[in-house]
Nanobody, 123 residues
Framework: QVQLVESGGGLVQAGGSLRLSCAAS????????MGWYRQAPGKQRELVAG???????NYADSVKGRFTISRDNTKNTVYLQMNSLKPEDTAVYYC?????????????????WGQGTQVTVSS
């Protein structure tokens, strides 16, 4: 049974930083691509950042240069460091694990999702 548990969300002022963590269990973590998605009220869920099993990263244009995704395979954990936060970054952030051998970054390649963690950026 796959479990993804996010932590680290909260309320921060614009310009501040947060680090999200996602602890995975029930999968061979080192073999899975991982991603962070977010969903704001009334908007579709969107990919924020992804990292392959080999450590190659992918970012949404809106967060490039501000957010960094990383992984620690010894801890089965993926991180999202968020700097220079903006009010438009306010959303529920979800951790997701790719299906085995899946290619690409669409939502359909992710087979497991966490419960989400709220990030609120005040202006």
């Amino acid at each position: 049974q796959v479990q993804l548990v996010e932590s680290g969300g909260g309320l921060v002022q614009a310009g501040g930083s947060l680090r999200l963590s996602c602890a995975a269990s029930g999968i061979i973590f080192s073999r899975r691509g991982m991603g962070w998605y977010r969903q704001a009220p009334g908007k579709q869920r969107e990919l924020v950042a992804g990292i392959t099993s080999g450590g190659v990263t992918n970012y949404a244009d809106s967060v490039k240069g501000r957010f960094t995704i990383s992984r620690d395979n010894t801890k089965n954990t993926v991180y999202l460091q968020m700097n220079s936060l903006k009010p438009e970054d306010t959303a529920v952030y979800y951790c997701a694990a790719k299906k085995m051998y899946a290619v690409g970054w669409g939502t359909d390649v992710f087979g497991s999702w966490g419960q989400g963690t709220q990030v609120t950026v005040s202006s």
